[in-house]
């Protein structure tokens, strides 16, 4: 026999010999090369660098041959260990491309965390995609079961099971300690576009590597030089509160509350204009408004909620996590405040009380009442596409001050979040007469989704109007704060901001990136508040800033600041401060008091970021707050 022969016949038998390992490996690539194609938007960019990097596809690639590998040992079938790796990968891939579409914002492991909440948010998509994804699932699940029982290679033995499983458990250990935590690889793989636009990250360096990265940074260490002690101090030795009103206070976050109805090429003048109240109270006397900028883009509520209500950043926390996710216990923050300084505090959602587990945080927060859907709703009768409309939310905010009013000698502090416009906008409302006129070339498909979402802007500027109505019509001092949590995430993404040449683009100048977390907030005092302290007035002493922006954790220290409730909080005191130093600061746009934008912090501003990130630590974690 010869050499040739021999060779030939020892390859066969190797490939024999391991050709369960080599069918996990190329299965592997082929599903790694899947997610990409699913998942890029620049796929031949990205080719291009897997060929100057193949260390980048091969982080890609280990961990599906680690999951596909370690199934393998638990079940003991082959077969089964491929379909489910196939169906997991592809549907982390499906759900990260909706996730950038919807909300400019990739997969993360903590979304994993928020299944009920998923679930409540897509029962309200159109019959029709609920039912392809039922069905998808269930051939999902068909799949799986026929390859579990019909797969017909021999198992091994359980001893080598459970050997084999524990190597690759420890394999899997060992390369996350090695590769996948290791921020300093990760940050050494460059990124296409803006590097501060996570969308970018995953597409630079892949759904796969970003999303185990992403695992092993969820975890909240104390800032750099952090000392409780200093924190402590600053705590004890507040100053005396000198209050100079207590009007009540109606605080309302809109859901999904935007001014992009303010487009020269959208014309309302044969129509109701969406923002026709906002825009009447912001202008008056009795008002100080302007933009806050807030912590996501189509998404993350609650993010913007604390910080609102606490005056601290969730941008600050460097993590991925909701940061309610943080708050396991009483936390020192504005309806506490309000709480000891003889308000009564409640709190009304009309969603489910676990949403963002807003059940448990109100409470910690300082809320002595709170209103859900479960208590105080009903959504057969007051629901529009699964959620609570926004008269039967203005009903219940106007009902509770309206019983306070004629009940209690208490100022109330009432803070709601709307949930009507809640996306998606695909057909929302349902059919929809024409809303507004352009010359914009707009698709049907275009049109009725700018239509179906300044409906719900509009439902919720009505209500505005009628609370206002109510305030203006009270003896009593009443104050109301509106503002947005967030932008409008579209089913096709960011288009319609380039369609429309909105100045918002998350790969554009700094001030196109910031606008895409901007949106309008009003402060509105009724006359008999007025009488007692005029909030324009106090916002020339408060010096805000030339550009009229504002990150959001500045707007509850703001509200105290022009009431005059001086020393109410000493984080609050500080936020006030800083404010004007720093109006806005996110990770890499910085825009300082004359309006000035730039990518690079002073030292100044450096150094606010530093202690708010570090108090911010303290009141999470340190901070001892009684009942």
């Known amino acids: 026999m010869s050499d040739t022969t021999t060779k030939k016949n020892r390859f066969v038998l190797l490939l024999k010999k391991y050709r369960l390992w080599i069918l996990f490996a190329i299965t592997s690539v082929v599903l790694t090369g899947l997610v990409f194609i699913i998942t890029s938007s620049q796929l031949y960019l990205l080719f291009l660098r897997f060929l100057n990097n193949p260390t980048l596809f091969f982080l890609n690639t280990f961990p599906v041959f680690l999951f596909m590998s370690l199934f393998y040992f638990i079940s003991g079938r082959a077969a089964f260990s491929v379909t489910l790796s196939t169906a997991v990968f592809l549907l982390l891939a499906f759900v990260d491309k909706a996730k950038i579409t919807m909300r400019q914002e990739p997969l993360l492991p903590s979304d994993l965390t928020l299944a009920k ?90 759904l796969l590597y970003s999303f185990c990265h992403q695992f092993n940074i969820t975890r909240v260490t104390p800032p750099e030089g952090y000392n409780r002690a200093v924190f402590e101090k600053l705590e004890e030795t507040s100053s005396p509160v000198e209050v100079k009103s207590t009007p009540h206070i109606v605080m309302i976050m809109g859901e999904a509350f935007s001014d992009l109805s303010n487009h020269p090429q959208l014309d309302f003048s044969s129509y109701r204009d969406p923002l026709k109240n906002f825009k009447e109270m912001a202008v008056s006397e009795n008002a100080v408004s302007g933009k806050i900028v807030v912590p996501g883009f189509g998404g993350g509520t609650s993010n913007t909620e604390y910080d609102v209500l606490t005056g601290c950043s969730t941008r600050y926390l460097n993590n991925p996590l909701p940061s309610y996710n943080f708050i396991h216990q009483p936390f020192d923050a504005l309806p506490r405040r309000l709480g000891e300084m003889g308000y009564e505090t409640l709190a009304i959602h009309p969603g489910y009380q676990w949403f963002y587990n807003r059940k448990n945080v109100y409470p910690d927060l300082g809320f ?57 906008y695909d057909n929302h409302y349902g059919p929809l007469p024409e809303s507004f006129k352009t010359e914009i070339p707009l698709s ?94 106090a916002a020339e002493k408060a010096a805000l800033p030339e550009s009229g922006i504002l990150s959001a954790h500045y707007l509850g220290a703001l509200l105290t600041e022009l009431l005059g409730m001086e020393g109410i909080s000493p984080l609050f005191e500080y936020v006030n401060e800083a404010r004007h130093t720093l109006p806005v600061g996110t990770s890499n746009i910085f825009v300082d008091a004359q309006g000035n934008y730039s990518d690079i912090a002073t030292e100044e501003q450096l150094d606010c970021i530093r202690k708010l990130r570090a108090w911010q630590y303290y009141k999470l974690f340190d901070q001892k707050v009684p009942k």
């Open 117 to 206: 909440e998923v679930l409540a948010i897509v029962k309200n998509f159109p019959r029709t995609q609920i039912f392809l994804v039922i069905a998808g699932l269930l051939a999902l699940a068909a799949l799986l079961v026929i390859s579990f029982y019909l797969s017909k290679t021999k198992k091994p033995l359980w001893k080598i099971r459970i050997l084999g499983g524990l190597a690759f458990l420890l394999i899997g250990y060992g390369a996350n300690a090695l590769w996948y935590a290791d921020t300093a690889l990760y940050d050494s793989y460059t990124v296409m576009g803006n590097p501060y636009f996570q969308v970018n990250q995953y597409n630079s360096k892949g």
């Open 368 to 424: 002595a009442t709170n209103y859900f859907l479960e208590d105080s709703f009903n959504l057969e009768k007051q629901g529009v596409s699964g959620y609570i409309n926004e008269t039967a939310t203005m009903d219940k905010i106007i009902e509770t001050l309206d019983t306070h009013l004629k009940t209690k000698d208490t100022p109330l502090f009432s803070f709601t979040v709307t949930i009507q416009n809640h996306g998606p």
């Open 444 to 537: 049907d498909t275009e049109r009725d989704l700018l239509t179906q979402y300044f409906k719900g802007v509009t439902d919720g500027d009505v209500e505005l109007g009628r609370l206002q109505e109510y305030a203006q019509a009270s003896e009593e001092p009443i104050v109301i704060v509106y503002f947005g949590d967030h932008l409008p995430g579209f089913s096709n993404g960011t288009e319609f901001f380039d369609l429309m040449d909105y100045p918002i683009d998350p790969d554009g100048s700094l001030e196109e990136r910031l606008a895409l977390y901007e949106t309008p907030y009003l402060i509105w005092q009724n006359n008999a508040a007025k009488t007692q302290n005029n909030l324009q007035e």
